[in-house]
């Protein structure tokens, strides 16, 4: 995840226009942050909830395939955009 994390400010530059691009990383930069925050919370939470260290691996696992999964369909659009012409 933290390999990942930091490759995120590259995705954002290239997918906002320039005329928002340095809002838009920094907004994108933000949400980070509360996520890197809320995680550490939910993940005492559940904790003390009593779920066991696989459980909490295996609900981390989820998000880090939802993640994957909406970063292909990303990728899969930028592509056929380029190949049909569309300009940005």
Do not use: C, H
């Not at 993940?43 to 260290?53: C, H, I, T």
């Not at 880090?64 to 909406?70: C, D, E, G, K, P």
């Amino acid at each position: 995840m933290n390999g990942a994390q930091t490759s995120m400010p590259v995705l954002a530059a290239l997918t906002y226009p320039t005329a928002a691009r340095a809002s838009g990383v920094s907004w994108m930069l933000g949400a980070g942050r509360i996520g890197g925050i809320l995680g550490a919370l939910g993940g005492g939470v559940l904790l003390q909830a009593g779920w066991s260290m696989e459980r909490i691996l295996a609900a981390l696992a989820g998000a880090a395939l939802v993640s994957a999964s909406t970063l292909a369909v990303k990728d899969f659009a930028g592509r056929n955009r380029d190949a049909q012409g569309v300009a940005d």
